[in-house]
């Protein structure tokens, strides 16, 4: 700390008699909102921008995705989104890849865009876990040449 630093933190020492207001962390909120023509997008689009702190607002209308970046609390972007009389959710999809069992009853959506499966509660998750062997014995057990032989027989 330079003395601009240790003169800076203390003021801030002395003048605590007043409350500390707590910084925002800068986040990004991706929400997943019912939009059909270039009006609904604008319309949401405006509402959102509106909210203090917010950076940027990205709508992607294919998807029905809005991603909201800026010192912004989802909650607060939800209710918004929620105001302009649209339906809307905090986005429920995951990449597929990051999912044990992708095509599980629980986790497939027909309605999730390309590459995308139903985020699931590990709580409420009824699927049974998936145990990956990335040892190469596991791997080399079975030859790819002969399906009908393995190297334990």
């Known amino acids: 700390m330079g003395l601009g630093g240790t003169?800076?933190?203390i003021s801030d020492i002395m003048s605590s008699d007043k409350p500390r207001k707590k910084k925002k962390q800068f986040n990004t909120v991706e929400l997943k909102v019912r939009m059909d023509c270039d009006g609904c997008?604008?319309?949401?689009?405006?509402a959102l921008s509106?909210?203090?702190?917010?950076?940027?607002?990205?709508i992607n209308r294919k998807q029905q995705k809005v991603t909201v970046?800026?010192?912004?609390?989802?909650?607060?972007?939800?209710?918004?989104?929620?105001s302009t009389g649209k339906?809307?959710?905090?986005?429920?999809?995951?990449?597929?890849n990051l999912v044990?069992?992708?095509y599980a009853a629980a986790a497939y959506?027909?309605?999730?865009?390309?590459?995308?499966?139903?985020r699931l509660d590990h709580n409420n998750s009824t699927t049974a876990t998936v145990a990956r062997y990335d040892d190469p014995a596991y791997i080399n057990m079975f030859s790819d040449d002969?399906?009908?032989a393995c190297s334990i027989m």
Do not use: C, H, M
């Not at 997008?41 to 405006?46: D, F, N, Q």
């Not at 959506?109 to 139903?118: C, E, I, L």
């Open 7 to 9: 003169l800076e933190y």
């Open 41 to 46: 997008e604008l319309k949401v689009k405006k």
């Open 50 to 58: 509106s909210l203090s702190g917010v950076k940027s607002v990205e």
């Open 69 to 82: 970046t800026g010192y912004v609390e989802a909650n607060k972007v939800l209710k918004k989104a929620k």
């Open 87 to 96: 339906k809307a959710e905090i986005w429920p999809y995951v990449p597929y």
């Open 100 to 102: 044990s069992q992708p």
């Open 109 to 118: 959506d027909k309605k999730a865009p390309p590459g995308y499966v139903r």
């Open 146 to 148: 002969n399906p009908n």
